[in-house]
């Protein structure tokens, strides 16, 4: 597994995933939590 530094500028409330496989098919979710704006 590859693991990129974290750069975000995000509030510690959100998380980014991506996950891309070895035929490059990618999958990836975005979640916010504890704020007034949420979207997966």
Do not use: C, K, Y
Not at 14 to 24: A, K, L, Y
Not at 30 to 40: D, K, L, Q, W
């Amino acid at each position: 597994m590859n693991l990129s530094q974290d750069e975000s500028i995000e509030l510690p409330s959100t998380s980014h995933f991506n996950v891309v496989d070895s035929e490059g098919n990618v999958v990836s979710i975005t979640t916010t939590i504890e704020n007034v704006f949420a979207r997966v």
